[in-house]
């Protein structure tokens, strides 16, 4: 018998109105051709009017008395979406490709008629050209082979920036060219304004509250800035936040737009040596000296997870589009690839080889012997002492020119070239800046290779630029098989160059700039299609190492801040 608490007086059934007025509605058949009414051939009514309509009879059939009951209600909206102008509703699939691939042809021509060129030129030649960049562009390769276009031996125009007590441990620039950030030993973060060249705000160094205790005092989170060494800066795409790190172990993000401290994020166990904003995203990676990589969201101003795998001090990270970063691990002489999705990562080993290494991992004591012949080979390109051997001991910078390929910098001066594909280096350059000759007591004048202190590239282009204290800094080419690279420039940067950056500057990106008047324009084809008027070089130097002091420049060195301009080639 069924319980009385499931019974319900209501039917289920729905009740029919008896009035003559909502009659069963009954489904005329449909009749071959025009219909006539009033006189006039009747239109046959399109499918979603009528459509509608039925639905409207069908709610009308329910009266006032009866139950409502969710499967009687029209849910849907009144009105349709209104589509735009240009897109037409019976169009089909190949016909809004065609469409909009016609779009995407006057807009690319639109960009490309200005200049002296005849409607078939740009038509064949500018036109591919763009497609096959553009498609390069989305492929996350590089595409910009600009190298040869531009004079990289002599700035057009420059700037100086000097506003720190101490030696600048890193410089950044926004990549709208608006503003430039600076930081110091002395613990303060320095904003300019990149159009005049004018310091607009500073934010200083905090003191810690002596009554503090234990953690609190050594690194209060609290706190609304940093209370040491600022050792690394880095922005956003957007410019809509600024990140900063040093040796307080925290990390500062900053809104530049507002010239305010937002939120501190702590968790590293060390000094926090590298930051790195994923382009286009808020994602923030930092690298410390406790061997470890976080990675950080700052759209909602979260922690997200640690990465862990080197064996020594990360002294430097670097990310582009995609979820990957790579990392230089100093003396355990790796660089680690970290593909974050797959929570995995590529270990590239650098240095020299040895018999009881290759034997450990898996050779033969042949290798030795490979190492040997290496060594000849190097010795005979760079002209060195042919009995003197320099093996990597430590890795000390890294940077990726596009999402497979990047290049690293030791401590014996080379520079080497890396693939995701392979283990080993594609290419080594030896010796890139020199030797440093000290006078011994009892050796005489020993010389030992100028380490790289800093390496940069221009994103997805065949251009990177190293530093050293050698009082220069190098611009180097990738060939277009990106097999090996060569030297087409050097500029004069005297003292440690502790933090470098490439930015190419689009189509009135210097506008207004007070310091930039002399830059030329081009109108070489190369610089046409790539949309890249001039590049932009940003090295901030000091008159000490960043991460110590072991090392000292001081004749006619000043703590400061260089920013140059490379124009195109006039022909």
Request: hydrophobic share 35%; with cysteine.
């Amino acid at each position: 018998m069924q319980d009385p608490f499931f019974a319900t007086s209501k039917s289920n059934k729905r009740k029919r109105s008896t009035t003559t007025g909502h009659a069963t509605r009954k489904i005329a058949r449909k009749e071959k051709g025009p219909q006539r009414v009033n006189g006039s051939l009747a239109t046959k009514p399109k499918p979603g009017k009528q459509k509608r309509v039925e639905d409207e009879e069908l709610v009308s059939d329910r009266t006032d008395e009866d139950g409502v009951d969710i499967g009687d209600l029209d849910l849907r909206a009144d009105d349709i979406p209104e589509t735009s102008g240009d897109e037409d509703v019976d169009e089909t699939p190949a016909e809004k490709r065609l469409r909009l691939a016609k779009l995407y042809l006057d807009t690319v021509k639109e960009g490309l008629a200005e200049g002296d060129y005849d409607a078939a030129e740009i038509d064949k030649e500018l036109i591919s050209a763009r497609l096959r960049q553009d498609v390069l562009e989305h492929s996350g390769r590089v595409h910009l082979f600009i190298a040869d276009s531009y004079d990289l031996t002599a700035p057009t125009a420059k700037l100086r920036c000097r506003g720190h007590r101490f030696s600048v441990t890193s410089a950044t620039a926004t990549e709208d060219l608006q503003w430039l950030f600076t930081s110091g030993k002395e613990g303060h973060i320095n904003k300019w304004d990149l159009k005049t060249g004018t310091k607009v705000v500073t934010f200083y160094k905090q003191r810690l509250d002596p009554k503090g205790k234990g953690k609190e005092k050594a690194s209060p989170l609290n706190l609304e800035g940093h209370s040491d060494e600022v050792l690394a800066l880095a922005v956003s795409s957007d410019g809509q936040y600024l990140a900063s790190a040093g040796k307080d172990r925290k990390i500062c993000v900053w809104d530049p737009t507002k010239d305010q401290w937002v939120k501190n994020f702590g968790g590293h166990k060390d000094l926090i040596s590298g930051l790195a904003f994923r382009k286009n995203t808020k994602h923030l990676y930092s690298g410390s000296f406790d061997r470890t990589v976080k990675l950080y969201d700052l759209s909602v101003m979260g922690y997200v997870e640690t990465l862990f795998g080197h064996q020594d001090s990360i002294m430097s990270v670097d990310a582009l589009r995609g979820e990957t970063a790579v990392t230089a691990g100093a003396r355990d002489r790796t660089i680690r690839y970290w593909k974050i999705p797959e929570e995995s990562q590529l270990v590239f080993r650098g240095g020299g080889k040895s018999a009881i290494r290759e034997l450990l991992e898996g050779g033969a004591f042949e290798g030795h012997e490979d190492e040997e012949e290496a060594g000849q080979q190097t010795k005979s390109k760079t002209g060195a002492d042919p009995q003197k051997r320099f093996v990597e001991g430590s890795i000390e910078c890294v940077a990726l020119i596009d999402e497979t390929n990047f290049v690293s910098g030791g401590d014996t001066g080379s520079i080497c070239l890396w693939n995701t594909g392979k283990k080993k280096p594609i290419f080594t350059q030896a010796i890139c800046h020199g030797f440093h000759e000290v006078e011994s007591a009892t050796e005489g004048i020993v010389r030992t290779p100028r380490w790289i202190t800093s390496i940069a590239c221009l994103r997805y282009s065949d251009t990177f630029v190293s530093g050293s204290w050698d009082g220069e800094v190098r611009i180097w080419k990738l060939d277009p098989k990106l097999k090996s690279f060569s030297l087409v420039g050097t500029v004069e940067v005297p003292g440690v160059v502790n933090s470098l950056q490439l930015l190419s500057v689009p189509k009135g990106g210097l506008d207004g700039a007070t310091w930039a008047k002399n830059t030329r324009a081009s109108t070489d084809k190369t610089v046409k299609i790539t949309g890249v008027e001039s590049i932009l070089l940003v090295a901030g130097i000091g008159q000490e190492h960043r991460l110590g002091r072991w090392l000292s420049v001081k004749e006619g060195v000043s703590n400061s801040t260089v920013v140059m301009v490379f124009s195109p080639r006039t022909r």
